[in-house]
Nanobody, 122 residues
Framework: QVQLVESGGGLVQAGGSLRLSCAAS????????MGWFRQAPGKEREFVAA????????YYSDSVKGRFTISRDNAKNTGYLQMNSLKPEDTAVYYC???????????????WGQGTQVTVSS
């Protein structure tokens, strides 16, 4: 069993930066694919970024590519999402997820955090 706790959300002006953290319990986190998703009011949960545990490859949605960076520190059981050049359309609740054979689909992830709110003002 893995528990995920996100932190680092908040209110930021357009063009600003935030770094989200995802702290995981359970020693098997290091063997899981880690993903970040977001959900804005009235919209479906959408893929943001993901990183398999073993290849070092990273995957991003087109809307955040070049602005967001996903990383993980397996020794600390923690994942990160560095968000730069934030836009008002990035406003959403951001969720960390783990353990999935799929990269971009939320349906494949077994574990989810509670979410952290990110609000970008114009």
């Amino acid at each position: 069993q893995v528990q995920l706790v996100e932190s680092g959300g908040g209110l930021v002006q357009a063009g600003g930066s935030l770094r989200l953290s995802c702290a995981a319990s359970g020693r098997t986190f290091r063997t899981y694919t880690m993903g970040w998703f977001r959900q804005a009011p009235g919209k479906e949960r959408e893929f943001v970024a993901a990183m398999p545990w073993d290849t070092g490859n990273t995957y991003y949605s087109d809307s955040v590519k070049g602005r967001f960076t996903i990383s993980r520190d397996n020794a600390k059981n923690t994942g990160y999402l560095q968000m730069n050049s934030l836009k008002p359309e990035d406003t959403a609740v951001y969720y960390c997820a783990a353990d999935s054979p799929l990269i971009r689909s939320p349906a494949g992830y077994r574990y989810w955090g509670q979410g952290t709110q990110v609000t970008v003002s114009s």
